[in-house]
């Protein structure tokens, strides 16, 4: 798998060149962080429309998101993050995006760096790009030990996929047009950052990690808490290994470059 330097990439706008994209913020309970989120995509990478999955929020994140100038679609209840991720896809396939970005919700990723997963796609050089934190590791990433189960995963995701994966559990990634039309029809639920990194290989896609830094949370609460560790760690190795045993999703039509 090829490995993209920062220092290579220039922090230019994307040339679309008459693509549209969509950059896809699933958020439950983020309204001390939501409108910052938005107003920040809208500045830095004005090139992309912006939804907001609003994912069941008790809060403000709804009408934050909105006043800061989103799109946003209400889901009725809580799907979890695998759910509102795959709304966002569908909204992207149904309204004919070329690319489509998933970006958290409570300020932790870096607007002006989705250009850095933008240009791989356009240049026709992957189908996925995930941002990393370990490629070149600055900012906040994580705990110790949150970062050893990473790397974990990272090796057995790697040793499925037959590719180097540094970062399988970044929600920092971007999708070209074969990446949204697999995504809106199938979405792993339950573990879905790992799990679509063996869902995407098994369907032919090719993945690549950009250095992606982190911010720590500005507000709300991980949807992924510290507490359930090893018992986490273990009902996610089991998903990966579980997804890479399933046979290819049959598509409604064909999912091709």
């Known amino acids: 798998m090829e490995v993209l330097r920062a220092d290579s990439v220039r ?3 994307p040339d679309l060149a008459g693509r549209r994209a969509l950059v896809v913020v699933p958020a439950y309970n983020e309204a001390e962080a939501i409108a910052r989120t938005v107003r920040d995509l809208r500045r830095q990478a004005p090139w992309a429309d912006v939804l ?21 679609l209400d889901l009725p209840v809580n799907l979890g993050i695998g759910g509102a991720v795959q709304t966002g896809y569908r909204y992207a396939h149904e309204n004919g995006y070329d690319l489509a970005f998933q970006f958290d919700g409570d300020g932790q990723h ?26 070149r590791p600055r900012g906040a990433t994580s705990s110790v030990g949150r ?11 790697s040793a499925v996929t037959g590719r180097r994966i540094t970062d399988p559990t970044s929600g920092f990634r971007g999708v070209g047009r074969c990446g949204i039309e ?17 869902l995407a290989h098994k369907h032919g896609l090719r993945v ?4 992606a830094a982190m911010r720590r ?22 998903a990966v290994l579980m997804e890479a045993l399933k046979a290819p999703v049959r598509l409604e039509g064909e999912v091709a470059r």
């Open 110 to 135: 870096r607007a002006r760096r989705l250009a850095d997963l933008a240009r791989p796609l356009l240049a026709a050089e992957a189908d996925l790009v995930v941002g990393s934190r370990f490629l």
């Open 52 to 72: 907001v999955v609003n994912d069941g929020s008790t809060d403000e994140t709804p009408e934050r998101a909105r006043a800061a100038g989103a799109k946003v």
């Open 147 to 157: 970062i050893a189960g990473i790397r974990v995963l990272a090796a057995a995701v």
């Open 11 to 13: 922090r230019a706008p």
């Open 182 to 198: 697999l995504f809106a029809q199938v979405y792993p639920q339950d573990y879905p950052e790992p799990e679509s990194l063996v």
């Open 208 to 211: 690549t990690e950009v250095p």
């Open 217 to 238: 949370r500005r507000g709300g609460v991980s949807s992924i808490p510290f507490w359930v560790g090893v018992h986490y760690m273990a009902k996610v190795l089991l």
